[in-house]
């Protein structure tokens, strides 16, 4: 069993920036692939940036490239998700997931493991 607690959620002017965390705890995750997704209100949930736990294979959604970065830190089993340049339309509830094996899966249905999500609210 694997939990996963997002924080760092946060009402931000446009411009501004968040650092989301994700900690893991229950097992080991060598082999999982970390995800962050995010759903706005009416819209489906979308796959923002992922990363490999072991370090690698990073990739970001095209809307979020050059202003996000993922990282991880496996000492501290915790996954964080640095925003900058935030706009309006990056509001959303922002969920970490984690998948068991293999790569990047751009789908959320391919994770298996979820946290409970934080608000991310940004102002005009």
């Known amino acids: 069993q694997v939990q996963l607690v997002e924080s760092g959620g946060g009402l931000v002017q446009a411009g501004g920036s968040l650092r989301l965390s994700c900690a893991a705890s229950?097992?080991?995750?060598?082999?999982?692939?970390m995800g962050w997704f995010r759903q706005a209100p009416g819209k489906e949930r979308e796959f923002v940036a992922g990363i490999r736990w072991s370090g690698g294979s990073e990739y970001y959604a095209d809307s979020v490239k050059g202003r996000f970065t993922i990282s991880r830190d496996n000492a501290k089993n915790t996954v964080y998700l640095q925003m900058s340049s935030l706009k309006p339309e990056d509001t959303a509830v922002y969920s970490c997931?984690?998948?068991?094996?293999?790569?990047?899966?751009?789908?959320?249905?391919?994770?298996?493991?979820w946290g409970q999500g934080t608000q991310v609210t940004v102002s005009s």
């Open positions: 997931a984690a998948k068991i094996s293999g790569g990047v899966s751009y789908s959320w249905a391919a994770y298996a493991y």
């Open positions: 229950g097992r080991t995750f060598r082999s999982y692939y």
